[in-house]
């Protein structure tokens, strides 16, 4: 390692444990962060992020679901009314998709100011393989009545959030509910769901941020007016003033991550690269089945294309890369997704009260020696 | 809920999102919080935590390993060396282990002064059914010569720690080496290690904290003279001054956990539970094979007996319960463990300079309505 001249260069040569100056994260951030699991960012280099590496976000408690006592609950508006037990579920047609996920609330710990929430750096993403009966085959067979609006996902975790209690629900417009890619998944990568992804019933709804997709279903109801829980009609909004009505937080917005390059500093990931030609390496990925059509990665400021590759399924991420020859110094390395509708990431972070939907540009400090 | 009259009742009604006043961990921290996941306390529930909620300590970043071109390289004092393919392995007799894993700095975000390094609050514990070659099998196989004093085992993570470059490895003494219970693991729960958890091979060491139980073994090597790696003779010690040698960190130290009752906010993770007669129930385990004799709970302060479970295994965590009947008021609910040796958690912290082996009695608030 070269003789430490700079602050990043100290830091990785500090054989001392000192708090740090910028302290500045609570203990209930702290323990959110311990609770609510990134995946962590070398992973990239998965097409199908492995089971136990997969981000998780519990709003409560993981509940533990006896699935031989089980039943999916279906009622409202419905011709027939019913209580389905898993193994009627495993029967119906199963289908399956590669989906990439992401937390609304990605990037939040990086806002200034910083909402308090789950504070996401930038690692609430990853990729599946989900299985399971289409929505929409339930909703037919079960015979949708035409005044129906929407469908409503009851969970069956139950908690508080500021200041109310109420079960994790969620609901889709009857036309989001219909769409052919919408899962009741009971598998994940091939295995039943473990507890803490939703076992024994999620719903999947690919290109929508992860809020959408509800863990541990216990009842699908049919209801004429719009559904006003919770989670539904306060929490996932962007919003700009506590009173504002805001906007339904919906669609995954365009982003693109690197896999940090060379090896990690323990304490502060800082990271150090052997100087050389090296290939950079990520994935982009963006919400409602649209495409990423480019990939530009900077390296000290200074823009340049990516190589995109083919990407793994219409829902999912797609891997990018790029060569960079490597000189000794300090870098800093971000990258930045374009999708088919022309959205592209900001530079600039895009402040709401809840800090969702946060696509701005990662950043990646690395010394190369 | 009641009027909130106490900081515990006001906090989960608080319908705001604000910084907490007792701001005080650093970015470093919380991106340490994120890489390395805790149990989720509820989890408590599950005799064999679930494959992806058991806890994670990664120094560096997890390897991509081809297991295909994967080799174990037996080297150093044996009569014979040799490299073994993944599937010589598998036809070796294996051997299905339950073992309770804790990470040695479990319990250090606690501490006053608080280490930094990664900052544990109470949920780096759990509990999984490993399977495969033990160690013994292999040292006999390759004829391990009388010279040696140490087996060493290499990990293929390599990265910085306190200034310090480095791949991860760690030594046993031979006579520790050749305990029937240390395994070289190819399964987890039933199913080929996932990445994180050190596919395709890991150490495990029963009764050992975690630091023990390497990940991604790529060499095993026979030594004739103690190892002096960073994680051997540097981290992993007991000491109170920079300087002073230190005691090295080996078997887990006495601890019981409470799964938290009721039902949780989400920021604070305070609990809620409503009046009436509730089973409080949690795991307790102690290292080096010895059972847990007693667990202790307090309401309060107030100290009674909780009844014990059969133990799953002989290196794994025992249940315990205990009746409460809970009036309406605030509480704070502790339980406190004991050993067959006589060991039994500190109340007060056990200091020391890199946080390890912090027993100290957990504090669960719970406002009972």
Redesign the interface.
């Given at each position: 390692?070269p003789p430490p001249t700079t602050d990043l260069a100290r830091r990785?040569?500090?054989?001392?444990?000192?708090?740090?100056e910028?302290?500045?994260?609570?203990?209930?951030?702290?323990?959110?962060?311990?609770?609510n699991?990134?995946m962590?960012l070398?992973?990239l280099?998965?097409d199908i992020t492995?089971?136990?590496?997969?981000f998780l976000l519990?709003?409560?408690?993981?509940p533990?679901i006896d699935a031989g006592k089980w039943r999916l609950d279906v009622g409202g508006l419905f011709a027939q009314k019913f209580a389905l037990p898993l193994a009627e579920l495993r029967k119906l047609p199963q289908k399956t998709l590669t989906v990439t996920m992401e937390c609304a609330g990605n990037g939040r710990?990086l806002l200034n100011p910083?909402?308090?929430?789950q504070?996401?750096?930038n690692?609430a993403v990853s990729t599946a393989r989900w299985t399971g009966v289409p929505l929409a085959t339930l909703l037919r067979r079960a015979g949708l009545r035409p005044t129906a609006s929407e469908i409503v996902f009851w969970g069956a975790d139950?908690?508080?959030?500021?200041?109310?209690?109420h079960t994790y629900a969620r609901s889709l417009k009857v036309a989001d509910a219909m769409r052919e890619e919408v899962l009741l998944a009971l598998d994940m990568n091939g295995?039943p769901l473990?507890?803490?992804?939703g076992a024994p019933l999620r719903l999947i709804v690919p290109g929508w941020y992860g809020m959408a997709s509800v863990k541990w279903i216990r009842r699908i109801e049919a209801v004429e007016r719009p559904f006003e829980g919770h989670q539904q009609a306060h929490n996932y909004h962007y919003r700009q003033t506590?009173d504002a009505p805001g906007v339904p937080v919906t669609h995954i917005r365009v982003r693109a991550l690197i896999q940090?390059p060379g090896?990690?500093?323990?304490?502060?990931?800082a990271r150090?690269l052997d100087a050389g030609r090296v290939r950079l390496f990520g994935r982009a990925w963006s919400g409602a089945g649209v495409p990423v059509t480019h990939v530009d990665v900077a390296i000290n400021g200074e823009w340049r294309p990516a190589e995109l590759a083919v990407q793994v399924g219409g829902y999912a991420w797609r891997a990018w890369s790029c060569e960079w020859d490597a000189q000794p110094g300090e870098y800093q390395l971000s990258c930045r997704a374009t999708d088919a509708h022309g959205e592209i990431q900001p530079l600039e972070q895009w402040w709401n009260r809840?800090g969702m939907g946060n696509n701005r540009v990662q950043k990646v400090a690395v010394l190369v020696r």
């Open positions: 390692m990785l040569a500090s054989t001392e444990s000192v708090l740090t910028d302290a500045r994260f609570g203990f209930d951030e702290l323990q959110l962060a311990f609770r699991r990134g962590l070398e992973a280099g998965y492995p089971t136990g590496m997969h519990t709003h409560f408690d993981v533990q710990a910083r909402p308090v929430g504070p996401w750096i690692e139950s908690g508080i959030e500021r200041g109310d209690e295995a473990e507890p803490q992804h506590p940090p090896i990690a500093d323990f304490v502060s990931r150090v809840s």
